[in-house]
């Protein structure tokens, strides 16, 4: 069974690799889930940085989508520890923005930190596929 309660099916995930969606809007989490498993992909979920760093610390995780605005720990402090604990781990940073700090802000001082890339809310299921395919390609299986 995934983390997000998915039952695994025999032979479609065996050499699947994991993703780890960590963002509070629970709308955007089912819309990956259903994206990433559509595609093969096991998907994981957490709803705060808290929750998905756990997560980090007990499953074996390929990718991790991180949302960058979330209550509890953000994504930008998410981001700090993942890429000290999880370094080879690569992290595609999303968000919709925020009223006080701008996203592309804040996407430019993610990317400085060491994501793989970065993607604004609402992105076309294409754009954030191709940007998952290159992170796993550039990671060995």
Wanted: with cysteine.
């Amino acid at each position: 069974m995934t983390q997000s309660g998915t039952p695994m099916v025999p032979g479609k995930f065996s050499d699947a690799r994991s993703i780890l969606v960590i963002d509070d809007d629970p709308l955007v989490r089912e819309v990956l889930h259903e994206l990433l498993n559509g595609e093969s992909y096991i998907s994981l979920e957490a709803e705060t940085g808290s929750a998905g760093l756990q997560i980090m610390a007990s499953a074996v995780v390929d990718l991790v989508i991180l949302d960058i605005f979330m209550p509890d720990v953000d994504g930008v402090e998410a981001l700090r520890v993942l890429r000290v604990e999880w370094p080879s781990v690569p992290v595609i940073c999303v968000s919709g923005g925020s009223a006080s700090v701008g996203a592309s802000t804040l996407f430019g001082a993610t990317m400085l930190m060491g994501a793989f890339a970065t993607i604004m809310k609402p992105f076309r299921e294409a754009e954030l596929l191709t940007l998952i395919h290159q992170a796993l390609d550039e990671r060995p299986a």
